[in-house]
């Protein structure tokens, strides 16, 4: 995947045990991958909610013991963010807190609602003043401004005049709450530690807390914990579910379930589907390191074919400054070929998705500089050629590279001996649920919730 198309936010959420503070952070660090820019901790003791925000990684705003130590409390929420919507500065750094009458609520949110100018335009207009860019803080004033006297009421009030994706964590002084959007855009699913109850964007934070997976929290559930234990409600009817597909495909780490399902057996799928429709002549297949690992593995598997590693990734750039006319040095610095794996052979490269493109040419040049022969390359899902308006950072439609170019001249483009997609009929084939339950309106345009007219018009246009 093309750097410049980020992840965007994981979620964590524990209720009744005291480590609640050190447990969200060891959450957060499983779900690093989901955002990278900021993240912050919110703990509720019953009296009072005390919360910890900063910029970078969690290991990085969390570096001092002290910090958790003054976070006391049975109940906790966690973020990790990526700017989808807003800038990322540290005011739009998460959980969000907010005063609401007679209490305080803490929030934590992944995904993107698309009524947001509706909202913002009618709130400002009766008075309110919004201290972040986000549509997160619009929940946040939803909530406030309802009549119902119940905090899980005015909640319901709330989501209920929201569209579009969400999965949300929030906690009052003494309460969790977690809650899904109606269609189930990102996944958010619920674990046990003992008798403390967990949510999380991913399976993969429940582990690293040696927590139990239950189950999913459903499409339009929102759920309440307390000291009585957790209660359950439906937001609204789900018409159609719309489960990201993307999530499968890149942006979950393999060792998850989400959507009811594991990451790693769905992403060998697509792999296998990919060598049945795409077969190649060739010596070896390698991936792009990480996140086409499995799709290879499921690759090789199916074509018979010896699986190599012949790229390698370091994990240890961090933020390094590098200018946009420097593109080379900044894949130079993240991939390395292994000559001596690729010298002389004809070679398959899985990768997951093409946005732009500008990696993977750099990428096919410095596997054709370490000797490869030829090169074939294979992208286990099809063309993207539409943007995303729940949650994902996909660019304008005119710099996606498929909504200009026909698969024959990204060939070109990316100079090399072949180049196939994975069909869309052949990848929600080996999807896990129905296809109709899924989102795949960055390949076919299809969105399952209406856009804002302008803010659609503008990011389609541009
Ligand atoms: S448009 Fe694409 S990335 Fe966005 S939710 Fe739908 S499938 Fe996922």
Same mark, same amino acid.
């Given at each position: 995947?093309?750097?410049?198309?980020?992840?965007?936010?994981?979620?964590?959420?524990?209720?009744?045990?005291?480590?609640?503070?050190?447990?969200?952070?060891?959450?957060?660090?499983?779900?690093?991958?989901? %955002?990278?820019?900021?993240?912050?901790?919110?703990?509720?003791?019953?009296?009072?909610?005390?919360?910890?925000?900063?910029?970078?990684?969690?290991?990085?705003?969390?570096?001092?013991?002290?910090?958790?130590?003054?976070?006391?409390?049975?109940?906790?929420?966690?973020?990790?963010?990526?700017?989808?919507?807003?800038?990322?500065?540290?005011?739009?750094?998460?959980?969000?807190?907010?005063?609401?009458?007679?209490?305080?609520?803490?929030?934590?949110?992944?995904?993107?609602?698309?009524?947001?100018?509706?909202?913002?335009?009618?709130?400002?207009?009766?008075?309110?003043?919004?201290?972040?860019?986000?549509?997160?803080?619009?929940?946040?004033?939803?909530?406030?401004?309802?009549?119902?006297?119940?905090?899980?009421?005015?909640?319901?009030?709330?989501?209920?005049?929201?569209?579009?994706?969400?999965?949300?964590?929030?906690?009052?002084?003494?309460?969790?709450?977690?809650?899904?959007?109606?269609?189930?855009?990102?996944?958010?699913?619920? %674990?046990?530690?003992?008798?403390?109850?967990?949510?999380?964007?991913?399976?993969?934070?429940?582990?690293?807390?040696?927590?139990?997976?239950?189950?999913?929290?459903?499409?339009?559930?929102?759920?309440?914990?307390?000291?009585?234990?957790?209660?359950?409600?439906?937001?609204?009817?789900?018409?159609?579910?719309?489960?990201?597909?993307?999530?499968?495909?890149?942006?979950?780490?393999?060792?998850?379930?989400?959507?009811?399902?594991?990451?790693?057996?769905?992403?060998?799928?697509?792999?296998?589907?990919?060598?049945?429709?795409?077969?190649?002549?060739?010596?070896?297949?390698?991936?792009?390191?990480?996140?086409?690992?499995?799709?290879?593995?499921?690759?090789?598997?199916?074509?018979?074919?010896?699986?190599?590693?012949?790229?390698?990734?370091?994990?240890?750039?961090?933020?390094?400054?590098?200018?946009?006319?420097?593109?080379?040095?900044?894949?130079?610095?993240?991939?390395?070929?292994?000559?001596?794996?690729?010298?002389?052979?004809?070679?398959?490269?899985?990768?997951?998705?093409?946005?732009?493109?500008?990696?993977?040419?750099?990428?096919?040049?410095?596997?054709?500089?370490?000797?490869?022969?030829?090169?074939?390359?294979?992208?286990?899902?099809?063309?993207?050629?539409?943007?995303?308006?729940?949650?994902?950072?996909?660019?304008?439609?005119?710099?996606?590279?498929?909504?200009?170019?026909?698969?024959?001249?990204?060939?070109?483009?990316?100079?090399?001996?072949?180049?196939?997609?994975?069909?869309?009929?052949?990848?929600?084939?080996?999807?896990?649920?129905?296809?109709?339950?899924?989102?795949?309106?960055?390949?076919?345009?299809?969105?399952?919730?209406?856009?804002?007219?302008?803010?659609?018009?503008?990011?389609?246009?541009?």
């Amino acid at each position: 995947m093309d750097p410049h198309v980020k992840h965007y936010c994981g979620i964590f959420g524990i209720y009744g045990t005291p480590e609640s503070a050190t447990l969200t952070t060891l959450g957060l660090h499983a779900l690093q991958h989901r %955002g990278e820019e900021s993240c912050g901790v919110a703990t509720g003791d019953g009296k009072k909610i005390r919360v910890h925000t900063g910029m970078g990684h969690v290991s990085d705003v969390f570096i001092d013991p002290a910090i958790l130590e003054q976070m006391p409390g049975h109940l906790a929420i966690g973020h990790n963010r990526y700017s989808t919507t807003g800038s990322d500065n540290i005011k739009n750094a998460q959980p969000f807190v907010a005063e609401c009458r007679d209490t305080h609520l803490a929030i934590s949110h992944n995904g993107n609602l698309t009524n947001t100018r509706e909202l913002r335009t009618s709130m400002q207009a009766s008075g309110a003043i919004f201290q972040t860019t986000t549509d997160s803080e619009l929940i946040l004033h939803l909530i406030a401004r309802s009549s119902q006297e119940e905090m899980v009421d005015r909640i319901s009030d709330a989501l209920r005049q929201v569209q579009g994706a969400y999965s949300l964590v929030l906690c009052t002084e003494d309460k969790l709450f977690a809650a899904r959007d109606p269609y189930g855009f990102r996944p958010l699913c619920l %674990g046990q530690l003992g008798d403390a109850w967990v949510v999380t964007s991913e399976s993969c934070a429940l582990d690293i807390i040696a927590a139990r997976y239950i189950r999913d929290i459903e499409p339009g559930e929102l759920v309440v914990i307390n000291a009585n234990g957790l209660r359950t409600y439906m937001l609204c009817e789900s018409q159609r579910h719309a489960f990201c597909i993307f999530e499968y495909i890149y942006f979950s780490r393999p060792d998850s379930i989400i959507f009811g399902d594991n990451v790693d057996k769905t992403r060998r799928r697509l792999g296998r589907q990919l060598a049945i429709e795409h077969p190649t002549n060739a010596d070896i297949v390698i991936s792009v390191p990480d996140s086409s690992n499995t799709a290879a593995l499921g690759y090789a598997n199916e074509a018979n074919l010896k699986l190599e590693i012949g790229l390698i990734r370091n994990h240890y750039v961090g933020r390094t400054f590098i200018s946009p006319r420097q593109r080379d040095a900044k894949v130079r610095l993240k991939y390395n070929p292994v000559r001596g794996v690729l010298k002389g052979k004809r070679v398959v490269v899985i990768e997951d998705s093409i946005v732009r493109g500008t990696t993977l040419r750099h990428l096919v040049r410095m596997i054709r500089e370490a000797g490869a022969t030829q090169i074939h390359i294979r992208i286990s899902c099809p063309p993207i050629v539409a943007p995303c308006f729940y949650g994902i950072d996909f660019q304008t439609e005119n710099e996606l590279i498929a909504n200009k170019k026909t698969v024959e001249k990204i060939r070109e483009h990316l100079g090399v001996d072949s180049l196939g997609y994975l069909s869309l009929e052949g990848m929600l084939r080996v999807a896990p649920n129905a296809a109709n339950q899924y989102c795949t309106a960055c390949f076919n345009k299809e969105y399952p919730i209406q856009i804002e007219t302008e803010v659609g018009k503008l990011m389609l246009e541009k």
